[in-house]
Structure formats: structure tokens, C-alpha cells
């Protein structure tokens, strides 16, 4: 089954710069484009950032464009979101997520706080 492991978040100042990790099996992930959502306290889901199969396409939120990269390495199933100068507003639970699958990780959490 599609499993998702998400690691890499923490707490940093604002300012400061995280690398988030997803680890993914269960399916052939050079098959799959990727994606990178949030869920913030009481605020719904929203998605981050998205990369093609490939890795050739990307796309972002506004709100992150120019300050997150998604990456991906399909040798070893692995998508990777760069966060740079973060924002308290960046605080969220950080999860990944394979297109046309429903599975979602458990996600982790980053908090951008001085």
C-alpha cells in the first residue's frame, strides 16, 4: 500500500531555513507527480508546492514563491521541499502527497517562531 513518511521539520527562528524529507513506497514513483500541502490550526489544507514526475515542473503558492523548492530524487523515491527565510506564517504541519492517491502521511510539524 502507498505509505508516505515525512521528516525534517522543527523549530526555527524567522528568518531560518528547513529541509523537509518524504520518503514513498507502495508505488512506482517515477509514474507520480508530487506534492507538498500545510494545514495550519485551524485552517483548512492548502497545497504548497507541486513537481512533475520528472522533476522538469514545478509550481508553488504564492505566498512561498521565491522562498520554498521542491525537489525530487526517483533513484530513491524521495521528494524534498527547501524552505528558505521562513515566516511565522510558515508554521503548519507539513505533509506530502502522491498524485491520485488519497494516502496522506503523518506529517511534520514546523514552527517558525523566535
Known amino acids: 500500500q502507498v505509505q508516505l513518511v515525512e521528516s525534517g521539520g522543527g523549530l526555527v527562528q524567522p528568518g531560518g531555513s528547513l529541509r523537509l524529507s518524504c520518503a514513498a513506497s507502495?508505488?512506482?514513483?517515477?509514474?507520480?507527480?508530487m506534492f507538498w500541502h500545510r494545514q495550519a490550526p485551524g485552517q483548512e489544507r492548502e497545497m504548497v508546492a507541486s513537481?512533475?514526475?520528472?522533476?522538469?515542473?514545478?509550481t508553488y503558492a504564492d505566498s512561498v514563491k521565491g522562498r520554498f523548492t521542491i525537489s525530487r530524487d526517483n533513484s530513491k523515491n524521495m521528494v524534498y521541499l527547501q524552505m528558505n527565510n521562513l515566516k511565522s506564517e510558515d508554521t503548519a504541519v507539513y505533509y506530502c502527497?502522491?498524485?491520485?492517491?488519497?494516502?496522506w502521511g503523518q506529517g511534520t510539524q514546523v514552527t517558525v517562531s523566535s
Open positions: 513537481i512533475s514526475n520528472g522533476g522538469d515542473m514545478t
Open positions: 502527497k502522491a498524485a491520485l492517491y488519497m494516502t
Open positions: 507502495g508505488f512506482t514513483f517515477k509514474n507520480r507527480a
